[in-house]
């Protein structure tokens, strides 16, 4: 299913998510998820088994690495209400070079009927909302990013950078899609909780993805431009 166990224990399982896979989801999407894959892994088959995993947080179905799992309401209840302890640092690709190169981004956003979600300027409407980036490393025409959430909102460092000019590469919702890059170039790349049962911090690193080494390498190719006909 595209995951990786970076982390087990009794109390919580900590994933590496691959791009495209949801976290959960209903209907046709139930048995094609995270949660779907790690509930078949700790039953082992056994659909009569009361092993059971259960949902702390979501990462975007675009958004690959860390994501941790309770393995009993007790434990998913304790993550939950300490979750605003959690630290949450991800890599992201942008387009452009944002300036300054290290700055808090803070906006109100609010979700629309359609599910897509924007700055609004009425804090009654919206939930307040912050983004700390720190440019690590320039590529071409584009900007490598060390981004740490300091709230939790949907979608919030998608729209967050592209209302800044600087979307996420691949980003075809908030951003524009590019055709050199196949998936959307954000990952969760460390996240720190405090255990749920014995509360001592830990911190866990997703591996960065092959497609971001390789868009580090070197700058994506320029647009062949079109040459003009020379006239007879």
Do not use: C
Request: no cysteine; charged share 35%.
């Amino acid at each position: 299913m595209g995951m990786e166990i970076l982390h087990e224990d009794r109390d919580i399982i900590v994933v590496n998510k691959a791009a495209g896979l949801l976290t959960m989801g209903t209907g046709r999407d139930g048995g094609r998820t995270a949660h779907a894959a790690l509930m078949d892994y700790v039953q082992k088959g056994n659909y009569k088994s009361r092993e059971r995993v259960y949902i702390v947080h979501r990462l975007d179905r675009d958004t690959s690495g860390a994501l941790v799992f309770a393995r009993s309401e007790e434990a998913k209840a304790k993550l939950q209400d300490n979750w605003k302890s959690a630290e949450k640092m991800y890599l992201a690709f942008v387009e452009g070079h944002p300036d300054p190169e290290e700055d808090t981004i803070s906006s109100y956003l609010v979700e629309s009927d359609a599910r897509r979600v924007y700055a609004t300027k009425d804090r009654k409407a919206g939930r307040l909302s912050e983004t700390h980036y720190k440019v690590v490393k320039h590529v071409g025409k584009r900007a490598l990013l060390e981004v740490r959430l300091l709230t939790g909102r949907k979608n919030q460092i998608r729209v967050h950078l592209a209302d800044k000019g600087w979307p996420i590469v691949g980003d075809a919702k908030y951003g524009r899609k590019i055709r050199d890059n196949k998936r959307l170039a954000l990952h969760s790349y460390v996240l720190s909780i405090d255990h749920p049962y014995h509360g001592e911090r830990m911190t866990f690193t997703a591996p960065i993805p092959d497609t971001f080494h390789r868009m580090a390498a070197a700058p994506p190719p320029e647009p062949e431009k079109k040459k003009k006909r020379e006239r007879e």
